[in-house]
């Protein structure tokens, strides 16, 4: 059984509209997710990490966690062809030393 | 930019040979983290260092090793390649150990191996 399972897309959103990406998670221990935005031949760049249940805002950016139903999504409102890239999530172990990243959703955005 | 780099940048090289990577952390960070990217994958993870020790390791054969040098610098070794090593090898660092919240990836070096 995958740990992280994400949706690998592509996911297409009109220019201006709101996306959001899902990410389930296995293992009922973690503590801290992440997600990362990828460009194509990039490496990941932390967009956002969250700890606690709820909801948690930056910018356009807005992460949510669901620790009972073991989901985090992100939302990115007013979607830019800037934004078009590779979404990662990720969590800490238990271990605490090393993170376990889903596949990545890749998320297009039309002009 | 991120303050870590890597490199080399571009590597060939051919099934049963060794290669070593580098890494240079962000200034004020102890701690490095390898990552192994195949195509289409997210990142696994191979070994984190702090203070010039192993502090944790995935799932990977004991044919990569790593070192990390006083400076906080660190080298990624793998021998004997295979195929499946060609990847995007990424290294990132943080000013803690065990956190991914504030680790800062360089720009990957991307291994072929024919």
């Known amino acids: 059984q995958k740990e992280v399972e994400q949706n690998s897309g592509p996911l297409s959103v009109p220019e201006g509209a709101i996306a959001s990406l899902n990410c389930t998670y296995s293992d009922r221990g973690s503590q801290s997710f992440f997600w990362y935005r990828q460009y194509s031949g990039k490496s990941p760049e932390l967009i956002m990490f969250i700890y606690s249940n709820g909801d948690k805002e930056d910018g356009r950016f807005t992460a949510q966690l669901n620790k009972a139903s073991q989901y985090v999504s992100l939302l990115i409102r007013d979607s830019q062809p800037s934004d078009s890239a590779t979404y990662l999530c990720a969590f800490d172990m238990d271990s605490n030393y090393q993170l376990i990243w889903g596949a990545g959703t890749k998320l297009i955005i039309k002009p | 930019e991120t303050g870590v780099t890597q490199s080399p940048t571009h590597l060939i090289k051919t099934r049963g040979q060794q290669v070593t990577l580098r890494c240079s952390s962000q200034s004020g960070h102890n701690t490095v983290s390898w990552y192994q990217q195949a195509l289409g994958q997210g990142p696994q993870f191979i070994f984190q260092?702090?203070?010039?020790?192993?502090?944790g390791r995935g799932n990977f054969p004991p044919r990569f090793s790593g070192l990390q040098f006083p400076n906080y610098s660190s080298e990624l070794n793998v021998n004997a390649l295979e195929l499946d090593d060609s990847a995007l090898y990424l290294c990132?660092?943080?000013?803690?150990?065990?956190?991914?919240?504030?680790?800062?990836f360089g720009q990957g070096t991307r291994l072929t191996v024919v």
């Open positions: 990132a660092s943080s000013p803690v150990a065990g956190t991914g919240a504030e680790a800062f």
């Open positions: 260092y702090y203070r010039e020790e192993e502090n």
